[in-house]
């Protein structure tokens, strides 16, 4: 069975049961904190995901898919019915709805220490699980972080938002930088913040997920409702930009805020009236603007008045060399850093622009051509030639294989991954992506010496490209160490002259060792990689 539509039904579908789950929770009786609100934190919501999880593949008939039925699948030891991944096949993708809930009481009802505050939300998660199935038959299953919902085979990932823990952990960083002293958690400075306050990684997390997140997705949702062509557009961005291998780079909140950008800020032109236009109009943005000298400020309901917009520009010019390669500014992201998270480094920018010039031409040279001959994913295809390493992986073990761009490679796997009903399921194996998870330990590992490109949308193969530092040789040092070996003392170091006695000989010298690398990358992916090919230096 292979997937066509636009996803518009399936996502009516989630959103239908998000309302129900809210209903339920917003009416809860007997809790310790009556729950006010319940937002959407994820691209669902704002109409933009290119796949929501069809219900037939998902699981058969939503909870009735029989373990002996799910070829990827096996009963956990610890719940009764909650499935765990097996190892010779990885489940389908089942997609995971992020939600944020926000409770009643000010921070008079809550502990004064962040840690204290992470157990009464465990303490609330597990309390609302019982809940939820003693009352409503509604599986639910708490962890300390989050509480996921199982609901007519959706899952949905809910957690608590208090803006009281933020100022606590914004305090504490103040408190430790005063007194000059370390935290278990390195206290860092955004990049892109670089005179903002200093934060630490669970702060920035928790801002992001809590706080950043929702915002945007209510900007994005009445950019959506003010543009009836922005939720197709956005989808082909996204579907382009994770062919051209670049979806580690390039998340979700940046393309959307990018195809936002053509259509609230059309210029001289009027915004695009379909999907295609909007895709044009995105490459072209992606291509032109000047990304080295100036942001991209995403004005959306014409929040920033003209003296903000001046401050902004004035605030990129001052902090330009500490901040990425790519900067978007919106009425709730002044520094660049919450939504669009981790922008590209300069090298892959410069790619992706030489990918859209290519592809504004294609797309440009198919108007006019009859429908017969139109061939509409030839700028969706991706070129491997530039990529010195290919990391060929086992189809079976891609969480996404049936969301291929080839219909073929779709329908390979589609009889294989469909079950045929039995006991009932409590949840799925929800948000498992083995692909990513190896990624992480690529990039972990190696990249201070790779940049890896993959496509999240049933990718077969990753791309490897060795940076700049793969082919010099270094003195050594601890933070350099990994993946590098030492140099014989009278090898001559190239291109540079060495400060030792004899200009030819270089001393303590390491070299990164890429034999070793390939080694590694076959051994972490054990299972998962078939083969890696050397294209080239």
């Given at each position: 069975?292979?997937?066509?539509?636009?996803?518009?039904?399936?996502?009516?579908?989630?959103?239908?049961?998000?309302?129900?789950?809210?209903?339920?929770l917003?009416?809860?009786?007997?809790?310790?904190?009556?729950?006010?609100?319940?937002?959407?934190?994820?691209?669902?919501?704002?109409?933009?995901e290119?796949?929501?999880?069809?219900?037939?593949?998902?699981?058969?008939?939503?909870?009735?898919?029989?373990?002996?039925?799910?070829?990827?699948?096996?009963t956990?030891?610890w719940?009764?019915?909650?499935?765990?991944?097996?190892?010779?096949?990885?489940?389908?993708?089942?997609?995971?709805y992020?939600?944020?809930?926000?409770?009643?009481?000010?921070?008079?009802?809550?502990?004064?220490?962040?840690?204290?505050?992470?157990?009464?939300?465990?303490?609330?998660?597990?309390?609302?699980?019982?809940?939820?199935?003693?009352?409503?038959s509604?599986?639910?299953?708490?962890?300390?972080?989050?509480?996921?919902i199982?609901?007519?085979?959706?899952?949905?990932?809910?957690?608590?938002?208090h803006?009281?823990?933020?100022?606590?952990?914004?305090?504490?960083?103040?408190?430790?930088q005063?007194?000059?002293?370390?935290?278990?958690?390195?206290?860092?400075?955004?990049?892109?913040?670089?005179?903002?306050?200093?934060?630490?990684?669970?702060?920035?997390?928790?801002?992001?997920?809590?706080?950043?997140?929702?915002?945007?997705?209510?900007?994005m949702?009445?950019?959506g409702?003010?543009?009836?062509?922005?939720?197709?557009?956005?989808?082909?961005?996204?579907?382009w930009?994770?062919?051209?291998?670049?979806?580690?780079?390039?998340?979700?909140?940046?393309?959307?805020?990018?195809?936002?950008?053509?259509?609230?800020h059309?210029?001289?032109?009027?915004?695009?009236?379909?999907?295609?236009?909007?895709?044009?109009r995105?490459?072209?943005?992606?291509?032109?603007?000047?990304?080295?000298?100036?942001?991209l400020?995403?004005?959306?309901?014409?929040?920033?008045?003209?003296?903000?917009?001046?401050?902004?520009?004035?605030?990129?010019?001052?902090?330009?060399?500490?901040?990425?390669?790519?900067?978007?500014?919106?009425?709730?992201?002044?520094?660049?850093?919450?939504?669009?998270?981790?922008p590209?480094?300069?090298?892959?920018?410069?790619?992706?622009?030489?990918?859209?010039?290519q592809?504004?031409?294609?797309?440009?040279?198919?108007?006019?051509?009859?429908?017969?001959?139109?061939d509409?994913?030839?700028?969706?295809?991706?070129?491997y030639?530039?990529?010195h390493?290919?990391?060929?992986?086992?189809?079976?073990?891609?969480?996404?294989?049936?969301?291929?761009?080839?219909?073929?490679?779709?329908?390979?796997?589609?009889?294989d991954?469909?079950?045929?009903?039995?006991?009932?399921?409590?949840?799925?194996?929800?948000g498992?992506?083995?692909?990513?998870?190896?990624?992480?330990?690529?990039?972990?590992?190696?990249?201070?010496?790779?940049?890896?490109?993959?496509?999240?949308?049933?990718?077969?193969?990753?791309?490897?490209?060795?940076?700049g530092?793969?082919?010099?040789?270094?003195?050594?040092?601890?933070?350099?160490?990994?993946?590098?070996?030492?140099?014989?003392?009278?090898?001559?170091?190239?291109?540079?002259?060495?400060?030792?006695?004899?200009?030819g000989?270089?001393?303590?010298?390491?070299?990164?060792?890429?034999?070793?690398?390939?080694?590694?990358f076959?051994?972490?992916?054990?299972?998962?990689?078939?083969?890696?090919?050397?294209?080239?230096?």
């Amino acid at each position: 069975m292979a997937f066509v539509g636009t996803g518009e039904e399936e996502t009516g579908k989630i959103l239908s049961t998000f309302e129900f789950l809210a209903r339920h929770l917003r009416s809860m009786e007997g809790l310790s904190l009556d729950i006010v609100s319940v937002q959407g934190a994820c691209s669902l919501f704002r109409h933009t995901e290119l796949f929501p999880a069809p219900a037939g593949l998902r699981c058969k008939g939503a909870k009735s898919l029989s373990v002996a039925a799910a070829p990827g699948m096996k009963t956990a030891n610890w719940r009764s019915g909650v499935l765990l991944p097996a190892a010779l096949r990885c489940p389908p993708w089942t997609d995971v709805y992020d939600v944020v809930c926000h409770l009643e009481g000010g921070s008079a009802s809550w502990p004064d220490d962040v840690d204290a505050i992470a157990r009464v939300k465990a303490s609330f998660y597990l309390q609302l699980s019982a809940m939820l199935e003693q009352k409503h038959s509604i599986t639910a299953v708490p962890t300390p972080q989050y509480l996921y919902i199982s609901v007519n085979g959706f899952v949905f990932r809910m957690s608590i938002a208090h803006a009281y823990e933020l100022t606590l952990l914004e305090r504490k960083t103040e408190e430790t930088q005063s007194i000059g002293m370390a935290t278990p958690e390195t206290t860092t400075a955004t990049t892109a913040a670089a005179n903002a306050v200093a934060t630490t990684p669970r702060y920035t997390e928790l801002q992001r997920h809590t706080v950043a997140l929702p915002l945007h997705t209510g900007h994005m949702h009445s950019v959506g409702q003010q543009f009836p062509a922005f939720s197709m557009a956005c989808r082909l961005a996204k579907r382009w930009v994770a062919c051209q291998l670049l979806s580690r780079y390039f998340n979700d909140e940046t393309v959307e805020l990018l195809v936002a950008r053509v259509f609230v800020h059309p210029g001289a032109f009027k915004p695009p009236g379909c999907g295609v236009s909007g895709l044009l109009r995105f490459l072209s943005l992606l291509v032109n603007f000047n990304w080295s000298g100036q942001p991209l400020i995403v004005n959306i309901a014409s929040e920033l008045n003209n003296e903000s917009l001046d401050q902004l520009a004035a605030s990129f010019q001052s902090r330009r060399e500490h901040l990425p390669s790519m900067v978007i500014f919106t009425p709730s992201d002044h520094n660049s850093c919450w939504t669009t998270h981790k922008p590209p480094p300069p090298l892959v920018l410069r790619r992706a622009q030489m990918l859209a010039q290519q592809a504004i031409g294609v797309l440009e040279g198919q108007i006019g051509v009859p429908a017969p001959s139109l061939d509409q994913q030839i700028c969706f295809r991706p070129s491997y030639d530039d990529y010195h390493v290919l990391i060929h992986l086992r189809v079976h073990q891609l969480p996404h294989r049936y969301q291929s761009l080839s219909a073929a490679q779709a329908l390979e796997v589609d009889a294989d991954d469909m079950g045929s009903g039995g006991p009932v399921l409590q949840l799925p194996v929800a948000g498992f992506d083995p692909v990513n998870l190896y990624l992480d330990q690529l990039e972990a590992a190696y990249g201070h010496v790779a940049l890896f490109f993959y496509d999240r949308y049933g990718g077969r193969t990753i791309g490897v490209v060795w940076t700049g530092k793969s082919a010099e040789q270094l003195t050594f040092k601890i933070s350099t160490a990994n993946g590098f070996t030492p140099v014989p003392s009278n090898t001559p170091k190239k291109g540079k002259k060495s400060k030792q006695t004899d200009p030819g000989m270089v001393k303590d010298a390491v070299v990164f060792n890429k034999d070793a690398a390939l080694d590694d990358f076959r051994i972490l992916g054990s299972g998962l990689v078939k083969r890696v090919e050397i294209l080239g230096e």
